[in-house]
Nanobody, 119 residues
């Protein structure tokens, strides 16, 4: 198993910034990379960004491109999501998820961290 713990959420005004962190532990050798997802009240969970451990290749949802940056620290097994120019519509619970190397599917999830952007 891979254990994931998110941190860094909070309340911020529109236009502000937050940095989320995700700490991975356990069978991280079986991990292809990590992704960030979010779920707002009454909405389905949606993809935000992802990064590959070895290559550092990244992917972003169109809604956050040019505002959010995902990065990793392989030695610490940490992934970060720097969120700038935050908007009220970014308000959601943000989840970190592990992408398995074998299936390339997201199989383990963190508990989530709340991000609230006030207008």
């Amino acid at each position: 198993q891979v254990q994931l713990v998110e941190s860094g959420g909070g309340l911020v005004q529109a236009g502000g910034s937050l940095r989320l962190s995700c700490a991975a532990s356990g069978r991280t050798f079986s991990s292809y990379g990590l992704g960030w997802f979010r779920q707002a009240p009454g909405k389905e969970r949606e993809f935000v960004a992802a990064i590959n451990w070895s290559s550092g290749n990244t992917a972003y949802a169109d809604s956050v491109k040019d505002r959010f940056t995902i990065s990793r620290d392989n030695a610490k097994k940490m992934v970060y999501l720097q969120m700038n120019s935050l908007k009220p519509e970014d308000t959601a619970v943000y989840y970190c998820a592990n992408k398995a190397a074998t299936t390339r599917q997201y199989d383990y999830w963190g508990q989530g961290t709340q991000v609230t952007v006030s207008s």
